[in-house]
Nanobody, 122 residues
Framework: QLQASGGGLVQVGGSLRLSCAVR??????MGWFRQAPGKEREFVAA????????RYADSVKGRFTISRDRAKHTVYLQLSSLKPEDTAVYYC???????????????????WGQGTQVTVSS
């Protein structure tokens, strides 16, 4: 139901745009998470489907932008000013309702994509 794509190898300071195509779901709110080798999965960003209200992790504020295209049923994560510490597998996730104080918690999401690898080389 969620198909993530757009990852790749990029140099420090470069940019990538990740996409998450959503199929078979309606009225969903979306999040992006990432997991580096040996580390726990961490929150990156979330967007509310109805009004595009957004949340970001402090580590990516000002560098990453989450957005959604309702007509295409797709959520995007624009990654800019990339750093080596951004290297991880990036996952998109979906849930039906927007929980104001908990959208950073992975365990509240109902659906997950398969992940796409982002590697930032120095």
């Amino acid at each position: 139901q969620l198909q993530a794509s757009g990852g790749g190898l990029v140099q420090v300071g470069g940019s990538l745009r990740l996409s998450c195509a959503v199929r078979g779901l309606s009225a969903y709110n979306m999040g992006w998470f990432r997991q580096a080798p040996g580390k726990e999965r961490e929150f990156v960003a979330a967007v509310r489907w109805g009004d595009s209200n957004t949340r970001y992790a402090d580590s990516v504020k000002g560098r990453f932008t989450i957005s959604r295209d309702r007509a295409k049923h797709t959520v995007y994560l624009q990654l800019s000013s990339l750093k080596p510490e951004d290297t991880a597998v990036y996952y998109c996730a979906a849930r039906g309702s927007w929980v104001v104080s908990r959208m950073h918690q992975a365990n509240i999401y109902d659906y997950w994509g398969q992940g796409t690898q982002v590697t930032v080389s120095s």
